[in-house]
């Protein structure tokens, strides 16, 4: 368990943050280096972020051009409450796929999906935006995040829109994954934790 707020301690926008980040990883491979290890690794890792903050300033701040496109692209607003990041990732020869890799925020659902190779350092990402209650997100197009780890192009995906809707419907089929995930928050945590309701609903 960590802060988020220990995360980037001399970061002011992540000392506007109230949650924390759990994580579990089982990885095996070999190698004299971390590249060279996560090159040909099998395994699984699983992330949970609860109540965070990210914005297109501290994208600039950690160098993710990308993730500052991005969100950008879908909301348009600077700063976005995060009431949920989830990720769990299987790892078979150096490629990570997502079973489940979503963000439930304030005015959106987001979905996504594809490959990370950490063998030949390449992404092949699809980012599916579902806007939320009355407030409508800028983009209703997914976007796509190709390349390599070093040089990622971003952008949107030609082809028809999101029906309204499909994000939702397809989080709500993976019911294994959240299971997995919703083991990362301790039941004696006394404090509300969003990840426990988001992922809770995912399994019934």
């Not at 496109?69 to 299987?90: T, W």
């Not at 439930?104 to 806007?131: K, M, V, Y």
């Not at 995906?157 to 993976?174: H, N, Q």
Request: proline share 4%; charged share 20%; aromatic share 4%.
């Amino acid at each position: 368990r960590l802060k988020l707020k220990e995360l980037m301690p001399d970061v002011v926008l992540m000392q506007k943050t109230l949650g924390e980040m759990n994580g579990d990883a089982e990885l095996r491979g070999s190698g004299n280096s971390v590249e060279a290890l996560l090159g040909n690794s099998n395994g699984n890792l699983k992330l949970l972020m609860n109540d965070g903050l990210v914005s297109r300033n501290l994208m600039e701040i950690v160098g993710l051009n990308v993730g500052n496109y991005i969100v950008g692209a879908i909301f348009g607003d600077d700063e976005v409450r995060v009431n949920c990041a989830a990720a769990n990732l299987d790892i078979a020869n150096g490629v990570a796929r997502p079973q489940i890799f979503a963000f439930d925020t304030e005015n959106a659902l987001i979905n996504i999906t594809g490959t990370a190779s950490f063998a030949s350092e390449q992404l092949d990402l699809t980012i599916d935006p579902e806007s939320k209650g009355i407030r409508i997100i800028t983009l209703r197009s997914p976007l796509y995040v190709r390349g390599t780890f070093k040089n990622p192009q971003a952008g949107v995906k030609a082809g028809p829109l999101i029906a309204r809707g499909a994000v939702a419907a397809a989080l709500a089929t993976l019911v294994t994954p959240a299971a997995a995930l919703l083991a990362l928050i301790s039941p004696s945590e006394g404090e509300a934790n969003q990840c426990r309701t988001i992922l809770s609903q995912m399994k019934k």
